[in-house]
Nanobody, 117 residues
Framework: QVQLVESGGGLVQAAGSLRLSCSASGIILSINRNSMGWYRQVPGKQRELVAA???????TYADSVKGRFTMSRDNTKNTMYLQMNSLKAEDTAVYYC?????????WGQGTLVTVSW
């Protein structure tokens, strides 16, 4: 059974930083059948892709976070991360990690990030 467990969300002031973690079990992130990413969602809006990573650790980012967010992975811990710097109020959302394998999507439970003025 695949499980993705996120942590690291919370309340932070604008211009601050947070690091989100997503620990995976039941699936090995580094296997080349997998792609993964971080999404976020605010009430009333669609979930949007923030950062994506291939099994070969090639990353892409949404324009809104480019230069501020960094996605990484620790294969020894089977965990992916989202380092978020220079946070803005508009980054406030529930953040979800995702792994896609063979057309199947697996999601974490979500972690709330609130950026205050």
């Amino acid at each position: 059974q695949v499980q993705l467990v996120e942590s690291g969300g919370g309340l932070v002031q604008a211009a601050g930083s947070l690091r989100l973690s997503c620990s995976a079990s039941g699936i090995i992130l580094s296997i080349n059948r997998n792609s993964m990413g971080w999404y976020r969602q605010v009430p009333g809006k669609q979930r949007e892709l923030v950062a994506a990573m291939t099994s070969g650790e090639v990353t892409t980012y949404a324009d809104s976070v480019k230069g501020r967010f960094t996605m990484s992975r620790d294969n020894t811990k089977n965990t992916m991360y989202l380092q978020m710097n220079s946070l803005k109020a508009e980054d406030t959302a529930v953040y979800y990690c995702n792994v896609r394998r063979d057309g199947w999507d697996y999601w974490g439970q979500g972690t709330l990030v609130t950026v205050s003025w």
